[in-house]
T-cell receptor
Framework: EAGVAQSPRYKIIEKRQSVAFWCNPI?????LYWYQQILGQGPKLLIQFQNNGVVDDSQLPKDRFSAERLKGVDSTLKIQPAKLEDSAVYLC????????????FGPGTRLTVT | GEDVEQSLFLSVREGDSSVINCTYT??????LYWYKQEPGAGLQLLTYIFSNMDMKQDQRLTVLLNKKDKHLSLRIADTQTGDSAIYFCGLLSAGKSTFGDGTTLTVKP
């Protein structure tokens, strides 16, 4: 079974620029999560999708962050414009439709904003 | 919101037991878990325990849950150098996952 795929693995941008991350969850997983992991901290949930609908986006900074999951499969997370404090690893995870207690994480995208 | 606290670092000798501790504030969580993160990788589920359980054992791993004190621990028996990683405590409450900031376990040969 293929795991959660993310790209790119690394990205360096200047502040005020835009960036997009892509995630392909495990086939058949209805729930998809985007987390932000700042160095030295645990993952913080940004947004959770169930199929192509948003379940929870309460911690997503909506003035600059957006996410979509068209057709309930792949997802993209966009930051526009980026700030220095957005430097972090962005993790995508997915879980089975039978229950969300086990999340499968991708390797993450490390974003550096200079 | 949900707060999850962990100590930041733990260092043990190879072959010893490791105990990683976690405390949380909200008792309505339905499921508590431990994830492991190796350098450059995402998190991987190690083990989990339902909130109606006190203990769970899985090979070298033992999870203890004290609901009264809101305390969760992970014991790794016969710790190996390959166990060196960051361990995250987390919980699921009302469909939402919350993680602690992780404990870095260093295993010395």
């Amino acid at each position: 079974e293929a795991g959660v795929a993310q790209s790119p693995r690394y990205k360096i941008i200047e502040k005020r620029q835009s960036v997009a991350f892509w995630c392909n969850p495990i086939s058949g997983h209805a729930t998809l999560y985007w987390y932000q992991q700042i160095l030295g901290q645990g993952p913080k949930l940004l947004i959770q999708f169930q199929n192509n609908g948003v379940v929870d986006d309460s911690q997503l900074p909506k003035d600059r962050f957006s996410a979509e999951r068209l057709k309930g499969v792949d997802s993209t997370l966009k930051i526009q414009p980026a700030k220095l404090e957005d430097s972090a690893v962005y993790l995508c995870a997915s879980s089975s439709p039978l229950g969300s207690y086990e999340q499968y994480f991708g390797p993450g995208t490390r974003l550096t904003v200079t | 919101g949900e707060d999850v606290e962990q100590s930041l670092f733990l260092s043990v000798r190879e072959g010893d037991s490791s105990v990683i501790n976690c405390t949380y504030t909200d008792s309505s969580s339905t499921y508590l878990y431990w994830y492991k993160q190796e350098p450059g990788a995402g998190l991987q589920l190690l083990t989990y325990i339902f909130s109606n359980m006190d203990m769970k054992q899985d090979q070298r791993l033992t999870v203890l849950l004290n609901k009264k004190d809101k305390h969760l621990s992970l014991r790794i028996a016969d710790t190996q150098t390959g166990d060196s990683a960051i361990y995250f405590c987390g919980l699921l409450s009302a469909g939402k996952s919350t993680f602690g900031d992780g404990t870095t376990l260093t295993v010395k040969p």
